[in-house]
């Protein structure tokens, strides 16, 4: 029913900055909060930030507090990550998550995924 295409990943040095996008198309993301995380090679999908239906509320992991910015265009079916101050630690593969529901944002049982883009960072 919602369909999410990530793109703006690539290769950056470490304290360089990059943006990402979530393009959504099938229905309207104003009635779901959104939220991006990111995967390592061998390790668990991790919740990396969120935002709420209006934008006004954002939620951060402790790790990228200060760094990276969550933010949404309704209008435009859109939500962004930008993320400055890149560390190596940030190399993953990033994934943008739609939730309808009101639970726990930081959990990984989003309704909507979609395939993700690779960001790599070098010391």
């Known amino acids: 029913q919602v369909q999410l295409v990530e793109s703006g990943g690539g290769l950056v040095e470490a304290g360089g900055s990059l943006r990402l996008s979530c393009a959504a198309s099938g229905r309207t993301i104003s009635n779901f909060r959104m939220g991006w995380f990111r995967q390592a090679p061998g390790k668990e999908r991790e919740f990396v930030a969120a935002?709420?239906?209006?934008?006004?509320?954002?939620y951060y992991a402790e790790s990228v507090k200060g760094r990276f910015t969550i933010s949404r265009d309704n209008a435009k079916n859109t939500v962004y990550l930008q993320m400055n101050s890149l560390k190596p630690e940030d190399t993953a593969n990033y994934y943008c998550?739609?939730?309808?529901?009101?639970?726990?944002?930081?959990?990984?049982?989003?309704?909507?995924w979609g395939q993700g883009t690779q960001v790599t960072v070098s010391s």
């Open positions: 935002v709420s239906r209006s934008g006004v509320t954002r």
């Open positions: 998550a739609s939730t309808f529901d009101n639970g726990n944002i930081y959990s990984r049982n989003y309704d909507y």
